[in-house]
T-cell receptor, first 114, second 115 residues
Framework: NAGVTQTPKFHILKTGQSMTLQCAQD?????MSWYRQDPGMGLRLIYY??????TDKEVPNGYNVSRLNTEDFPLRLVSAAPSQTSVYFC??????????????FGNGTRLTVT | AQSVAQPEDQVNVAEGNPLTVKCTYS??????LFWYVQYPNRGLQFLLK??????LVKGSYGFEAEFNKSQTSFHLKKPSALVSDSALYFC?????????????FGTGTRLKVLA
């Protein structure tokens, strides 16, 4: 039982290139989300999905997601910009009514855009 | 706007001394409150949560947190700090159970326990 698996661990992109960050879970949780972590900023929500087939975004541009099944929630950077240099975390949880189900995090992807 | 504040960027404490990491929030209603810990090059790990009931909640690794509704605070505490407690700590709030999944995180407090 791996929980939340993120790949790759590290990656360097050039400005304008595209890339997909992978997130897979084996806990059968409905809710999946992507956060980015920047120094002094804490974690900021980028996208989330309450269940397969649904997604909602928090930041306006630069990212795209899909949720074709329960297990996978890939995050796509459409045309990378230096401002997207960050550490990206995938997090999952059960339904919000389930006693305050906490988030379970992957180990992150450190992305640098040059 | 809804927000979570962790007023201290860093807290230093001697090993064996009690520690407190502060968190206040500005969220309407009765939110769910959480503490997470992050070790280097790892994702965040859940420590404890407050949903309802007793204002003092106990969590993993001997940590506890005290909820104060009038002060809208949820401070993390531990009676006796260990060097291994050194890490980055995040307070998080989830607005009231209305079907929302949106967590709001504080900016984090780095705890350094000195031997």
């Amino acid at each position: 039982n791996a929980g939340v698996t993120q790949t790759p661990k590290f990656h360097i992109l050039k400005t304008g290139q595209s890339m997909t960050l992978q997130c897979a879970q084996d806990m059968n949780h409905g809710y999946m989300s992507w956060y980015r972590q920047d120094p002094g900023m804490g974690l900021r929500l980028i996208y989330y999905s309450a269940a397969a087939g649904t997604t909602d975004k928090e930041v306006p541009n630069g990212y795209n997601v899909s949720r074709l099944n329960t297990e996978d929630f890939p995050l796509r950077l459409v045309s990378a910009a230096p401002s997207q240099t960050s550490v990206y975390f995938c997090a999952i949880s059960g339904a919000p009514g389930q006693g305050g189900s906490p988030l379970h995090f992957g180990n992150g992807t450190r992305l640098t855009v040059t | 706007a809804q927000s979570v504040a962790q007023p201290e960027d860093q807290v230093n404490v001697a090993e064996g001394n009690p520690l407190t990491v502060k968190c206040t929030y500005s969220v309407s209603g009765n939110p769910y409150l959480f503490w997470y810990v992050q070790y280097p090059n790892r994702g965040l790990q859940f420590l404890l949560k407050y949903i309802t009931g007793d204002n003092l909640v106990k969590g993993s690794y001997g940590f506890e947190a005290e909820f104060n509704k009038s002060q809208t605070s949820f401070h993390l505490k531990k009676p006796s700090a260990l060097v291994s407690d050194s890490a980055l700590y995040f307070c998080a709030v989830r607005p009231p159970a209305s079907g929302t999944y949106k967590y709001i995180f504080g900016t984090g407090t780095r705890l350094k326990v000195l031997a």
